[in-house]
C-alpha cells in the first residue's frame, strides 16, 4: 500500500520540455513512473523521447488528462508561471498536483492553495522534492535509488533530510516519503500526511520530519496525540540554530521560544513521539520501535 501515489497513478509533467522537467522526468521514468504526458502549451502535438520510451506533449493539463487519465501533475515551470500551472491544474480537477518549483511568492502559494482545495485538488508544496513510492512510483525529485518498499512512512519538510534518512533506513524501506516544503504556506500538512498513514495498512511507524519555526510541528503533537496508533519518531532540524539569525527555509521563522526546537521536541515527547537528537539517532530510535513490535 501507500499514500497519494501508487504504481496506477498517471503522471502529467507541467513544464517537461524544459531543462529541469527533461531532466527529471527522465529520471522518474527510470524509477517506474507512468508518466504519460508533458504539458507545454507553445509545444502541443509534439513529443519528447527519453531513451526511448516517448511521451507526448499535450497544450493544457486537461487535455492531457481527456487522453490519458491523468490523476497526477508535477509541476516544474518557473515562479512567475506558478499560480497559473496550478489554477490551470484544479480547473482540470486533477486529484494530486505536485509543485517542485522553488522562489514562489507567497500570495501567489495562498492563491493557488486555496483555490485548488476548494475544486479537490491536493497540493504537494511548493519548494518540496514531490513524493516517493518506492518500488511503484516517484512524481518530483527525490533520488529513487537511495531505499527500497518497506513498513515507515515519512513525511518531511526538508528535501535533504528526507534523503538521509531515506538512505539510514535503506534496509527497512518505506511505504510513501512525502517532502510537504518548508515555505510558510504549503498544500499539504504533516496532519494530512500523519492521517494518511496512519489509515495506510501497510505503514507500521510513521517518521516525522520538522524545522524550527512556525507551530506545525505543535499543532501535529496534538494531532498524534489524539488521532494515531502507530508510533511516530521525529526529528527537527535547527537545534543548533543561533538566536536571532534569519535560517534557510523560508518558514523558519522563531519568535521567542515559539517556532524554537526545544519547544517543538517538547512537544512532540509530550505526545509520546520519540524524537533523537541526529539523524542517524533518528533512524536508530525507528529500527528499535520497529523491532520491538516484531
Known sequence: MAIHLTKESKVLVQGMTGGEGMKHTRRMLAAGTNVVGGVNPRKAGRSADFDGQVVPVFGSVADGIRATGADVTVVFVPPAFARAAVTEAADARIPLAVVITEGIPVHDTVAFTTYAAQRGTRVIGPNCPGLITPGQSNAGIIPADITKPGPIGLVSKSGTLT????????????????????????????????????????????????????????????????????????????????????????????????????????????????????????????LTLLRDRT
Open 163 to 286: 534523503y538521509q534518512l531515506m538512505y539510514e533506513l535503506r534496509d527497512i524501506g518505506f511505504s510513501t516519503c512525502v517532502g510537504i516544503g518548508g515555505d510558510p504556506v504549503i498544500g499539504t500538512s504533516h496532519i494530512d500526511c500523519l492521517a494518511a498513514f496512519q489509515d495506510d495498512p501497510d505503514t507500521e511507524l510513521v517518521l516525522l520530519i520538522g524545522e524550527i519555526g512556525g507551530d506545525a510541528e505543535e499543532r501535529a503533537a496534538t494531532y498524534i496525540r489524539d488521532h494515531v496508533t502507530k508510533p511516530v519518531v521525529g526529528y527537527i532540524a535547527g537545534f543548533t540554530a543561533p538566536e536571532g539569525r534569519t535560517m534557510g527555509h523560508a518558514g523558519a521563522i522563531v519568535s521567542g521560544s515559539a517556532g524554537t526546537a526545544q519547544a517543538k521536541k517538547a512537544a512532540l515527547e509530550a505526545a509520546g513521539v520519540r524524537v533523537g537528537g541526529t539523524p542517524t539517532e533518528t533512524a536508530r530510535l525507528a
